[in-house]
């Protein structure tokens, strides 16, 4: 395996990880967008929109099992 980086690691000096950790940090922006996405159905429309943008919402209702006419509308 090589040496590559997969992550960042939090920073240790108080200054750069409370710019990291704080009200407006990245902690605090990734935690806003995964609220934003969790949900029953909404990562299943998304990663099916985005194989392909433009779709009319019954091809999508056929693509995904389970999902119903007034789940599409209100996501």
Not at 32 to 48: A, C, D, N, Q
Not at 56 to 73: F, Y
Request: hydrophobic share 35%.
């Amino acid at each position: 395996m090589g040496g590559s980086i997969t992550h960042l690691k939090v920073p240790i000096d108080q200054e750069r990880r409370s710019a990291c950790l704080g009200p407006e940090g990245s902690v605090a922006h990734v935690t806003r967008v995964l609220s934003m996405i969790s949900g029953r159905w909404k990562l299943p429309i998304l990663f099916r929109l985005f194989a392909e943008p433009t779709m009319r919402t019954s091809r999508l209702l056929r693509d995904i099992p389970g999902l119903s006419q007034k789940v599409s509308h209100s996501t």
